[in-house]
């Protein structure tokens, strides 16, 4: 089973720590608090973050040469409390020996329809788009 803990600090300034010790600050975005990541775009780096090791371990073991790999993530939100997130566009920036646009694309399907924890676990409230770019070698 994973864990977390969130550990508030002072304020408006919390640390989240995983179940390996590693630790994030977040924070409301206030003037004096504002000295971590908001909780809510923590959500977008977290699915960034599960796809991005999936789509390299995926061309890695395809033996695809991945030089760089750069996710863009954006959120909208609903303009209500409790402004939650309808549709949410990753933009894969991927550079590397060979990198065919297919070949990205298989290995996002991948991670989103088979390995990405995170994608599954937001798919049914969200609307999720992917973006490809090959940048040049």
Not at 83 to 105: D, F, H, M, P, V
Not at 125 to 136: A, K, R
């Amino acid at each position: 089973m994973a864990e977390a803990t969130v550990k508030w600090l002072d304020g408006g300034v919390f640390v989240g720590v995983d179940s390996t010790k590693h630790s994030v600050v977040l924070s409301r975005q206030d003037e004096d608090n504002a000295v971590g990541m908001k909780p809510s775009e923590l959500l977008l780096v977290a699915l960034a973050s599960c796809t991005a090791v999936d789509v390299v371990s995926i061309l890695s073991k395809k033996r695809f040469q991945l030089d760089q790999l750069e996710i863009v993530v954006k959120g909208d939100q609903h303009p209500d409390p409790p402004w939650q997130y309808e549709n949410i566009k990753l933009t894969y920036k991927l550079r590397g020996k060979g990198l065919s646009e297919s070949a990205c694309s298989k290995a996002i399907d991948l991670s989103d329809s088979k390995y990405c924890s995170v994608a599954a676990s937001l798919r049914s409230e969200v609307q999720i788009e992917h973006e490809i770019v090959i940048l040049d070698e």
